[in-house]
């Protein structure tokens, strides 16, 4: 089993940052994956960046350029550093890891962004 953390949330304007953090219970130099996904309101959930265990990283179209996943390993923490934020980012998101062929997730945590 493993538990996820997400915190780092809030409201900011169009154009600042935000980092999200995502603390896990187990070591994550053993999880498969670790990433980001996260759901507008009214809209389906969307992935937004991963990272592997080899530190390949992935991004959606929409948030390159301006989003960057990486691992804290000695801390067991993965980050999402979100810079130019946009009201389109607005989103809970949500932290997920991927181990022995099992996803976990996190409970969530809220971004608005105000024009």
């Known amino acids: 089993q493993v538990q996820l953390v997400e915190s780092g949330g809030g409201l900011v304007q169009a154009g600042e940052s935000l980092r999200l953090s995502c603390a896990a219970s187990?070591?994550?130099?053993?999880?498969?994956?670790m990433g980001w996904y996260r759901q507008a309101p009214g809209k389906q959930r969307e992935l937004v960046a991963t990272?592997?265990?080899?530190?390949?990283?992935n991004y959606a179209d929409s948030v390159k350029g301006r989003f960057t996943i990486s691992r804290d390993i000695p801390n067991y923490t993965v980050y999402l550093q979100m810079n130019s934020l946009k009201p389109e980012d607005t989103a809970v998101y949500y932290c997920?890891?991927?181990?022995?062929?099992?996803?976990?997730w996190g409970q969530g945590t809220r971004v608005t962004v105000s024009s």
């Open positions: 997920f890891a991927f181990v022995l062929l099992r996803d976990y």
């Open positions: 187990i070591s994550i130099g053993s999880i498969d994956a």
């Open positions: 990272v592997t265990g080899g530190s390949s990283t």
